[in-house]
């Protein structure tokens, strides 16, 4: 199938219509889904009604979910370089299950059908289900390792915690993302000696080796309910992922997919 039709099927699976929005009245709906979702300070919104104008108004990416009137999904993306060659996802968020896929997938046919050859968006890399969605469903794969890339953040997902986060790239035209955008999530290939680089135990971050054919990044099961209960044990989770991922990254290794709760690393000298 084309990027168009997976986006059409996805769309249909979830009982949605995706489409560009370019009116006030719709980048107010967007506004008001992104705040039910982030519940960011009144001064600090994930993007403006005024923004998205913009960018619709200069070409760019801003697109909604409709489930009838309601809309239960929206991206706003921009331009950026090398020119003519990627997509910056800044936001995307949705309040169903299944809309944030079908997005993703509207956003990637609007992209090829203008000649683009990559979408990249940042994500925090503690949030599992956001890995598995990244990298899995879609066939993303971070690139850069961001400390503190924000700054502090004063929303309701975030606020207390440090604003790390990967640069996921999305190289549209690859076998393996065409296969998960057909519904076929992608699974890397985990070589035999695999090292324990990060595991679990006893829900808090164990670090081990990083000598081996590949290295695992193990995550927490929920980090956002940590981030409430625990807040200790969530701040020694983002610091052992920011020196297990982020200093193997920082070296040169690869990450190249995500299984059984966490990362898949190939180590600069075994690529």
Known sequence: ???????????????????????????????????????????????????????????????????????????????????????????????????????????????????????????DPLVRRNAYFNLAKLGALPEEYLPEFYGPMADALNAGDESDRVLAVWRLGLPHVAEACSGRPYRPEVPDGAVAGLAARDGRPVRGGTDGPAVLVALPEDVEA????????????????????????????????????GYVVVPARDR
């Not at 991206?75 to 299944?98: C, D, I, K, Q, Y």
Request: glycine share 10%; proline share 4%; aromatic share 8%.
């Open 226 to 261: 940590l981030r409430r209960d625990d807040p200790g044990t969530a701040k020694a989770w983002r610091h052992a992922v920011r020196d297990v991922l982020g200093g193997l990254m920082a070296s040169g290794a690869r990450v190249t997919g995500y299984e059984d709760g």
């Open 1 to 123: 199938m084309t990027p168009g039709e997976q986006a059409r099927v996805a769309a249909e699976r979830c009982g949605v219509t995706v489409r560009e929005v370019g009116t006030i009245a719709e980048f107010l709906l967007v506004h008001r889904l992104f705040t039910e979702i982030w519940r960011p300070d009144p001064s600090n919104p994930p993007v403006t009604v005024e923004l998205m104008r913009a960018l619709s108004h200069a070409g760019n990416y801003v697109a909604a979910a409709f489930q009838g009137d309601r809309v239960v999904g929206a991206s706003a993306a921009f331009l950026a370089a090398p020119a003519g060659e990627v997509l910056h996802s800044h936001v995307t968020g949705a309040v169903r299950r299944g809309v944030g896929y079908a997005l993703k997938l509207h956003q990637r046919a609007w992209a090829v059908a203008r000649g683009l050859t990559r979408i990249t968006w940042t994500y």
